[in-house]
């Protein structure tokens, strides 16, 4: 996936946390014409990181992200990130 855009802000514990906004092909499942689905362009997503150490990520850089397994909490379930990897 490649990065379009880095978002930044403070938590309420006055940490700066970060979002990447990023593009990439679409799923298989997506581009399946013969139960009537297709796509033009890309994909954009973001990925809320936290405060995980976005320092060596730049707009342009193409990134790889490994997730941890999922947690449930009182609020619901989510998967951290486990590590993100600079492609190129």
């Known amino acids: 996936m490649t990065v379009v855009g880095i978002a930044y802000a403070l938590n ?4 700066r946390v970060a979002t ?3 593009t990439d ?3 298989e499942y997506d581009k399946n014409t013969d139960l009537g689905r297709s ?10 990181v936290g ?3 976005v320092s060596n990520i730049k707009v342009g850089s193409m990134i790889d992200i490994s ?3 999922a947690i ?3 609020n619901g ?3 951290p990130i486990k590590r993100i990897d600079v492609v190129k």
């Open 25 to 27: 092909s679409f799923d």
């Open 72 to 74: 449930t909490t009182k």
């Open 77 to 79: 379930v989510f998967q």
């Open 20 to 22: 990447l906004h990023v």
């Open 67 to 69: 997730y941890d397994r």
């Open 39 to 48: 796509c033009l362009g890309q994909k954009v997503d973001t990925v809320y």
């Open 12 to 15: 309420k514990n006055n940490e």
């Open 51 to 53: 405060t995980y150490d």
